[in-house]
């Protein structure tokens, strides 16, 4: 059996008792209030329309006086009902503001993330392997009689009264290839570093994080020949230290010559920097092997005490190139950016 609404009239008593026992005003002022003046088994619809007969809406009137009550030292807050769009949202994209050229109508959109920094992307890098691959080019063309003639006073034993053959501008193709061998391994030092210690370092750009590990090898290089010329220079005749510089310029210029294809490889077709890393050591071992036969050939060959060389070697030869990895490992750590 359905039960009729129940709505309570305005024109009522001023007190009205409720099934529960409990008083409440015959006028009640919110809709709690009309509620407990129900039966206790009104329905949802009868609810509702208890509400709606004691409340009626009205318009809603917003106050236009200022509002004074932000808080101390805030500015005014902005009204929301105000609102300000930027011109290139409001025209059209052939309207007069968009067409005319010196106008700045701003960005469209929101910015993206930028492209990380690669080596094949940036066109000094670039132009300088494309360099070395030529330079390469041009020594293999024109001086293979000179790296004929290299090869066969490294491997045989020199003379006593053996001086330098080289003419200047040999002496010149040596010392390009020596610089090549200092970026080439500038280049494997920066793309170890970027992806074993750090990503980003608070330099301004990649490429002077590759300039500084560039300055590095060649101080380490400059260092280790300046070490041996005062070394030699106590306990060795002049030719024989000649022979000797001869011999690191040349194991030197070896090394990048060895490091261009790995180089190249990484950088334009990403192979595997284990397999990088793995090819740099081999060469590395290379050239300290080749540079203790002839450290002993050149200065030990009459000594009979192996242990003068030993010593000789890891002195001038090890030691700096531990100092070296120190040095490198010192400045990535101070120079990347902890989060």
Not at 146 to 157: E, Y
Not at 191 to 213: E, M, P
Not at 308 to 316: D, E, K
Request: charged share 15%.
């Amino acid at each position: 059996m359905n039960q009729q609404d129940t709505i309570v009239s305005q024109q009522e008593t001023p007190a009205v008792e409720t099934d529960s026992g409990v008083t409440v005003s015959a006028h009640p002022i919110t809709p709690y209030q009309v509620l407990r003046m129900l039966p206790r088994d009104a329905t949802p619809e009868q609810q509702d329309s208890a509400i709606q007969a004691w409340f009626q809406p009205s318009q809603i009137r917003y106050s236009n006086r200022p509002d004074t009550l932000h808080l101390p030292g805030h500015d005014v807050p902005v009204d929301l009902s105000v609102v300000n769009i930027p011109v290139y949202y409001r025209e059209v994209f052939f309207a007069k503001e968009l067409a005319a050229p010196e106008s700045h109508p701003g960005r469209y959109g929101v910015a993206g993330d930028p492209v990380p920094y690669t080596v094949r992307g940036d066109n000094t890098m670039t132009l300088l392997l494309l360099f070395c691959v030529l330079f390469f080019i041009f020594l293999m063309s024109r001086s293979q009689r000179f790296i004929v003639r290299q090869l066969k006073d490294f491997f045989f034993l020199p003379h006593a009264d053996e001086t330098m053959t080289e003419t200047s501008g040999e002496l010149q193709l040596q010392l390009f290839l020596v610089m090549q061998t200092c970026l080439l391994l500038a280049i494997c030092l920066f793309f170890y570093a970027t992806r074993v210690v750090a990503d980003t370092y608070v330099l301004d750009s990649d490429l002077q994080l590759i300039g500084l590990f560039f300055s590095m090898t060649i101080g380490y290089f400059l260092l280790r020949s300046g070490l041996y010329s005062v070394v030699n220079s106590a306990f060795f005749d002049s030719k024989r230290n000649l022979q000797w510089q001869r011999t690191l310029l040349f194991i030197a210029s070896a090394e990048g010559v060895l490091l261009l294809p790995a180089v190249l490889l990484q950088v334009y077709f990403d192979i595997s920097l284990e397999n990088v890393t793995y090819y740099y050591v081999f060469v590395l071992l290379l050239a300290k092997i080749l540079t203790f036969y002839k450290c002993w050939s050149i200065f030990f060959r009459q000594n009979v005490f192996s242990l003068q060389i030993i010593l000789y070697f890891c002195a001038l030869e090890i030691v700096p190139l531990l100092a070296f990895a120190g040095g490198l490992w010192t400045v990535t750590n101070i120079l990347k950016i902890n989060f």
